[in-house]
């Protein structure tokens, strides 16, 4: 069984920064992709970014250049550095991992997200 748990959300003032994070454990053989979507209800759940294990990113528009992941492979986690936040991104962030576990069956693990808040 494999397990993803995030940390890091909370309140913000526009302009401000969070780092999320996020690890999973359990029986791991390899994790493939990991990354982070959010979603602010009523919209649907939105890629945020997504890292390889290579290192290869891939960054939604909405936020790039100004949010940043990054990946330790070694720990199985992953990271959202996110800075000049607006009100725009308040949302509850999933972190996610395409995971292949120890009896080499591959599938999605998803975190039960944090929210991040942004308002003055």
């Known amino acids: 069984q494999v397990q993803v748990v995030e940390s890091g959300g909370g309140l913000v003032q526009p302009g401000g920064s969070l780092r999320l994070s996020c690890a999973a454990s359990?029986?791991?053989?390899?994790?493939?992709?990991m990354g982070w979507y959010r979603q602010a209800p009523p919209k649907e759940r939105e890629l945020v970014a997504v890292?390889?294990?290579?290192?290869?990113?891939i960054v939604a528009d909405s936020v790039k250049g100004r949010f940043t992941i990054s990946r330790d492979n070694a720990k199985n986690a992953v990271y959202l550095q996110m800075n000049s936040l607006k009100p725009e991104d308040t949302a509850v962030y999933y972190c996610?991992?395409?995971?292949?576990?120890?009896?080499?069956?591959?599938?999605?693990?998803w975190g039960r997200g944090t929210q991040v808040t942004v308002s003055s």
């Open positions: 996610h991992a395409d995971v292949t576990n120890t009896g080499r069956a591959r599938f999605d693990e």
């Open positions: 359990g029986s791991i053989f390899m994790i493939n992709a």
């Open positions: 890292i390889t294990a290579g290192g290869r990113t």
